[in-house]
């Protein structure tokens, strides 16, 4: 049998470890509008997390997309202008 484990359980201990009780979510849409991680940081581990607004998450997408898969770095991006 190969363990599985949950990336929600391994990422709140590393928070939790870090002394942390509140963290951003930043990722793919669906990993920020999707309870997936945000519940499990929560619920199991007691973390307050934290969700970029719509058009924030938007962005964040448009430059995953735009920029680091393909490997560009934009200053803009990186500053928020």
């Known amino acids: 049998m ?7 359980a391994a ?4 928070i939790k470890n870090a002394g942390a009780r ?7 849409l669906q990993t920020m509008e999707v309870g997936f991680y945000k519940d499990r940081l929560s619920t199991a581990w007691g973390l307050e997390v934290l ?5 924030e998450r938007n962005r964040i ?6 920029e680091i898969a393909k490997g560009v ?3 803009g991006s990186r500053t928020g202008a």
């Open 2 to 8: 190969v363990p599985v484990v949950h990336i929600g």
């Open 11 to 14: 990422t709140g201990a590393t």
């Open 22 to 28: 509140k963290v951003g979510l930043v990722g793919t």
């Open 51 to 55: 969700v970029p607004p719509k058009t």
């Open 61 to 66: 997408l448009e430059i995953a997309v735009e």
């Open 73 to 75: 770095r934009s200053e």
